[in-house]
Structure formats: C-alpha cells, structure tokens
C-alpha cells in the first residue's frame, strides 16, 4: 500500500497522531522500533547532527534534502512526514 494511502487512513480516524521527529537513519530506527505510527525530521537535528552547529542557515538545500532523503528511506513505516 503506498504510504501516502496510509497517512490519510491515519489521519481519517480522528485520533490523536504522536509524531516525534528524528535527526538520521538510526533516530529513524528507534522511532519505529518504539511502534509510532508517523515521524519526521527536524532542521536542527540535521544540522547539529552534520555539523555540529544549530539551525541557523549554515545547512546548503541540498545538505538539508539529502538529511531528508536518508531519514525517510532509511525504514519502512512508521510513515515519514
């Protein structure tokens, strides 16, 4: 089932959704490991995690899609928003 069916299933039900937000594949993993349902990245948790520094535009576009990119595809479900 495509994941974007799955998150409108999800957000149908009128319940409350818990999303934590993770910072790289292994967060990913401990997310989904721990039974959420959805997930996503943060800005800040990419940025400290590549460079050590807050998110304050240090972060080039293509740093911050690529931090997203093996976030997302770094797990199966739980869905990545």
């Known amino acids: 089932m495509k ?14 959704l ?3 937000s993770g910072f790289d594949a292994l967060s990913a993993k401990i997310i ?15 940025s400290s995690t590549l460079l050590g520094k807050p998110d304050a535009g ?3 576009l293509t740093e911050v ?5 093996t976030h997302g595809r ?3 479900p739980p869905h990545y928003l």
């Open 3 to 16: 994941r974007t069916k799955v998150l409108r299933e999800l957000l149908a039900q009128k319940r409350l």
């Open 18 to 20: 818990v999303k934590p």
């Open 32 to 46: 989904e490991q721990a039974g959420f349902k959805v997930m996503g990245a943060t800005g800040y948790g990419i």
């Open 58 to 60: 240090f972060l080039t």
């Open 65 to 69: 899609c690529h931090g997203h990119t």
């Open 74 to 76: 770094s797990h199966p």
